[in-house]
Nanobody
Framework: QVQLVESGGGLAQPGGSLRLSCAAS????????MGWSRQVPGKSRELVAS???????YYADSVKGRFIISRDVGKNTLYLQIDSLKPEDLAMYYC?????????????????????WGQGTQVAVSS
């Protein structure tokens, strides 16, 4: 059974950093492309970062240069390093996985490419 459990969210100041984690079970993180999305109430979900099985990465323009997606196969965990936090980064963050393993170099670029999501972890930015 596929399970994704996010953690690491919290309150940070503008310019600060957070590291989100996503513990996966029921599959191996390196066998699938994976990604992080975020959502604010009343707005559509946005894919912010994804990683292919090969390790190639994609970032939304709004987070490029500030977010880094990575994975640790030994811990079977996906990470999202968030630096230079901005007020507009306030959202619920979810990690996700597509239904199929896909091609080795396939990089999802839309949250619609994912079928499995965790319960989310909240990121808040203090003023």
């Amino acid at each position: 059974q596929v399970q994704l459990v996010e953690s690491g969210g919290g309150l940070a100041q503008p310019g600060g950093s957070l590291r989100l984690s996503c513990a996966a079970s029921g599959f191996t993180v390196s066998d699938y492309a994976m990604g992080w999305s975020r959502q604010v109430p009343g707005k559509s979900r946005e894919l912010v970062a994804s990683i292919s099985r090969a390790g190639d990465t994609y970032y939304a323009d709004s987070v490029k240069g500030r977010f880094i997606i990575s994975r640790d196969v030994g811990k079977n965990t996906l990470y999202l390093q968030i630096d230079s936090l901005k007020p507009e980064d306030l959202a619920m963050y979810y990690c996700g996985r597509p239904r199929l393993t896909g091609r080795y170099y396939y990089i999802p670029k839309s949250y619609l490419d994912f079928t499995h999501w965790g319960q989310g972890t909240q990121v808040a930015v203090s003023s």
